[in-house]
């Protein structure tokens, strides 16, 4: 009972987030703001499917790969934001 609350709590902040980041994503048209929206939503979803699955097992390889995927994205924008940044250019 309790976990399922937590998790709700989890899913709604993710999704918050995610509404933030894309938010900002949409005034700044800055990819980096993107990578988080997707990555936070992905996140929110795979957690909302978590409080779906009859017996979840927090040791899944398959949620692993989803927030492997998760965070290679939010990595993969900060690297090409640094690259692309001004100062990076002598």
């Known amino acids: ?3 399922g609350f937590l998790l709700g709590v989890i899913v ?6 995610a509404g933030f980041f894309w938010r900002f994503y949409r005034q700044t048209r800055d990819k ?5 929206a997707l990555a936070f939503a992905i996140e929110g979803i795979n957690r909302m499917a ?3 699955v009859d ?3 927090e040791g899944s390889p398959v949620i ?3 927030r492997l995927v998760a965070f290679l994205l939010i990595l ?15």
């Open 1 to 3: 009972m309790v976990e």
């Open 12 to 17: 709604t902040a993710s999704l918050t987030a």
């Open 32 to 36: 980096l703001f993107f990578a988080f």
């Open 50 to 52: 978590f409080l779906l």
């Open 55 to 57: 017996k979840p097992s």
């Open 64 to 66: 692993y790969m989803v």
């Open 76 to 90: 993969g924008a900060i690297v090409a934001k640094n690259r692309d940044s001004p100062s990076s250019k002598k």
